[in-house]
């Protein structure tokens, strides 16, 4: 098991950015795959990025890509989320998380590990 927190949320004007973070505990980071999600108000949690234990594949979502960019630094136990022009229906509570696999994942039921959240509200 891995325990995650994230921060960096916010309020931003449309076309704004923000770089969330996520921290995790334990020795172990680099076996672990990661993943953002997020969940707007209203509807359901909706994968956003993923990377693999080694950084070297990522995946994203369309309505984010070229926008959102996912990375790791595996010497801080640290995963991150640049989020660069962003937009109103960005608005969402962004949830970190992990499982112990070398691969990308973008399926949310395959993580079992996640953060408590942190709030990102984009304002027109």
């Known amino acids: 098991q891995v325990q995650l927190v994230e921060s960096g949320g916010?309020?931003?004007q449309a076309g704004g950015s923000l770089r969330l973070s996520c921290a995790a505990s334990g020795r172990t980071f680099t076996a672990y795959a990661m993943g953002w999600f997020r969940q707007?108000?209203?509807k359901e949690?909706?994968?956003v990025a993923a990377i693999s234990w080694s950084g070297s594949n990522t995946y994203y979502s369309n309505p984010v890509k070229g926008r959102f960019t996912i990375s790791?630094?595996?010497a801080?136990?640290?995963v991150y989320l640049q989020m660069n022009?962003?937009?109103p229906?960005?608005?969402a509570v962004y949830y970190c998380a992990?499982?112990?696999t070398v691969l990308a994942i973008t399926t949310q039921r395959e993580y079992d590990n996640w953060g408590q959240g942190t709030q990102v509200t984009v304002s027109s």
Do not use: H, Q, W, Y
């Open 76 to 78: 801080k136990n640290t």
């Open 45 to 47: 949690r909706e994968f």
């Open 98 to 100: 992990a499982r112990r």
């Open 10 to 12: 916010g309020l931003v």
């Open 89 to 91: 229906e960005d608005t």
């Open 72 to 74: 790791r630094d595996n």
């Open 85 to 87: 022009s962003l937009k």
């Open 40 to 42: 707007a108000p209203g």
